[in-house]
């Protein structure tokens, strides 16, 4: 009997060590596959990044909160939309610190992006979800390219909807599927840039543009005010997951971070106390509760999409913000495009080349991703409902549930703070954004079928 208990007690610790070699096979196999973000040649400043952040987290997002708010409530909004940034920025350190952390673990030469992030959390974690590991990755990047393509989808149907409004005014209407071929032309120019550097300079004139433009906006705004008991303080509980969905979209810059801290001359000033990250993104919570509130307190539930078209047409003031928006919003588009392109165009070498010229390739790629989402845009030319549904959906993962989960299974072994908060603040996170996924992809799809069912005469 004590042989046999033995020999089994032999079998357990042999499984047990085949199955450590195994998980490290996988593990070095996954790190070894680590693209990850090479060094750049050449770096961003401090202000170059900050304006890269702010570019990417102020436009048509920011623009909408006057619509989150009127979904929200003009008590309740404000509430949620700093509790959602607050959460936001926490999860968008969380995702530096755990790349970081595992950089330093798996001794990788680069760090891992976004995806590898995701993969490596899963490789590295328990048994049960290094099978996974493969599965997430492609997961992520999959999420990380629709929703900034999604971005960009709205870049083009608020640019289309602008120089609509400013031609119609001077008695040049034309469809809206018109002016978005218009719209074509200088988008497409613009997203033939390369590098984060070169787009530096773009970055900060569009910030300088969206500056002057909600300046104007507000001081718009600011006049003839009704009284704040006028407006309803706290929405139906239906209306709450459309908003959930537009201020997601308005704060969802995750997939920036990493590429913007390693882009950096010195990326430990990225997530430092006054960082870039921790600055700028302070500064996009302030002017998204701004917009928000001024624009719900001033237009009711007349407010629209975009605060833009809120402004009367005949207005000299209006035909100059409609032009620092457009101009802004072009410029954004070439930053939100960067991602998706740094995702594809790896695995588009792997599978297709060496190329003979792999610039004009790159080109080729970047202009079959500008038509795709026009494609995009004329299938599905509701703005306010579109930037609900891409927040509902892909914004929610990227921002709310991979970077808690991912944190959760690296710190595992390492505790999680005084009374484990930032584990509760994981499943809090995750909690809140499965709550918002469910609930603003439901809204979101019922509201968009019944405003197809209005155009198409369906009832």
């Not at 593990?27 to 952040?53: D, F, I, N, Q, R």
């Not at 004139?205 to 309803?232: E, F, K, Q």
Request: charged share 10%.
């Amino acid at each position: 009997m004590g042989d046999k208990s033995r020999k089994n007690s032999v079998t357990q610790d042999v499984e047990a060590a085949n199955g450590t070699t195994e998980q490290q096979q996988q593990v070095e196999a996954v790190a070894k596959a680590v693209h990850g973000h090479p060094v750049s040649e050449h770096p961003t400043t401090y202000c170059e990044t900050l304006m890269h952040l702010l570019k990417g987290n102020i436009g048509c997002g920011m623009l909408a909160m006057g619509d989150a708010f009127r979904n929200g409530g003009l008590l309740m909004a404000p509430i949620l939309t700093i509790f959602i940034g607050t959460v936001c920025i926490y999860n968008n350190h969380i995702l530096l610190n755990v790349a970081h952390k595992l950089k330093s673990r798996l001794k990788l030469e680069h760090c891992p992006t976004f995806s590898e992030t995701v993969e490596l959390s899963f490789a590295t974690g328990p048994k049960s979800l290094q099978k996974h590991a493969d599965l997430f990755r492609t997961t992520v990047n999959v999420f990380v390219i629709i929703t900034q393509l999604g971005f960009c989808c709205v870049y083009i149907l608020f640019v289309s909807n602008s120089i609509k409004q400013f031609c119609d005014e001077y008695g040049t209407v034309l469809d809206i599927h018109i002016h978005m071929i218009f719209a074509l032309v200088p988008i497409m120019s613009c997203a033939m840039i390369r590098n984060l550097k070169f787009i530096a300079p773009l970055s900060t004139a569009a910030n300088i543009s969206m500056a002057i433009g909600l300046g104007i906006i507000l001081s718009y705004c600011l006049v003839d005010l009704p009284t704040l008991n006028s407006r309803t303080a706290v929405a139906h509980w239906s209306q709450i997951p459309l908003f959930f969905g537009t201020a997601i979209y308005a704060f969802e810059g995750i997939s920036l971070v990493l590429p913007l801290q390693l882009e950096m001359k010195t990326p430990n000033r990225f997530a430092s106390t006054m960082g870039v990250l921790n600055v700028g993104m302070t500064i996009v919570t302030f002017i998204i509760l701004t917009m928000g509130f001024v624009g719900f307190w001033r237009f009711g539930d007349d407010v629209k999409g975009s605060l833009t078209l809120n402004l009367p047409p005949t207005l000299i003031l209006s035909k100059i913000v409609v032009g620092l928006m457009v101009f802004a919003i072009i410029c954004t588009y070439t930053l939100q495009f960067y991602v998706p392109v740094a995702i594809l165009w790896p695995s588009v070498q792997e599978k297709y080349g060496p190329f003979q010229s792999p610039a004009l390739a790159e080109y080729l790629l970047r202009a079959a991703l500008v038509f795709a989402t026009f494609l995009a845009a004329e299938v599905i030319p509701h703005l306010a409902l579109f930037i609900s549904l891409v927040g509902a959906i892909a914004s929610t993962f990227l921002a709310l549930i991979f970077p808690p989960i991912c944190h959760m299974v690296v710190w595992k072994d390492e505790g999680f703070g005084a009374f484990n908060w930032k584990l509760h603040m994981d499943i809090i996170t995750i909690v809140l954004g499965l709550l918002g996924f469910v609930t603003g992809t439901y809204f979101s799809l019922h509201d968009i079928i019944v405003a197809f069912s209005k155009d198409f005469g369906f009832h």
